[in-house]
């Protein structure tokens, strides 16, 4: 499971909530194929969060929230294809 904690700065929750918030988390980095940029995951957390301070605790939801909050993503074929393509460019 992805920790959501090296997101959380200032916010505080008790340990059941991190845990509902990690796999939030995780499901939206899957969703977004796991192979986003260090800026995606920490977008996507920030959303996390920011839904859970608002209150909600159904990972599911915090998932879809966070997922909505960030815009449409690539398909994985996309994502696939150009990392292949950058990884091309160096030969």
């Given at each position: 499971m992805t920790n959501i904690i090296p997101y959380l700065k200032?916010?505080?929750?008790?340990?059941?909530?991190?845990?509902?918030?990690?796999?939030?988390?995780?499901?939206?980095?899957?969703?977004i194929h796991d192979a986003c940029a260090a800026l995606d995951r920490e977008n996507l957390a920030a959303h996390v969060v920011q839904s859970a301070l608002l209150g909600e605790r159904d990972p599911e939801r915090l998932c879809a929230a966070a997922l909505s909050a960030m815009g449409p993503q690539p398909p994985i074929e996309a994502v696939v294809h150009a990392d292949l393509r950058s990884r091309l460019k160096h030969f």
């Open positions: 200032d916010a505080a929750f008790e340990d059941s909530v991190i845990d509902i918030l990690s796999h939030a988390f995780d499901m939206g980095c899957m969703a």
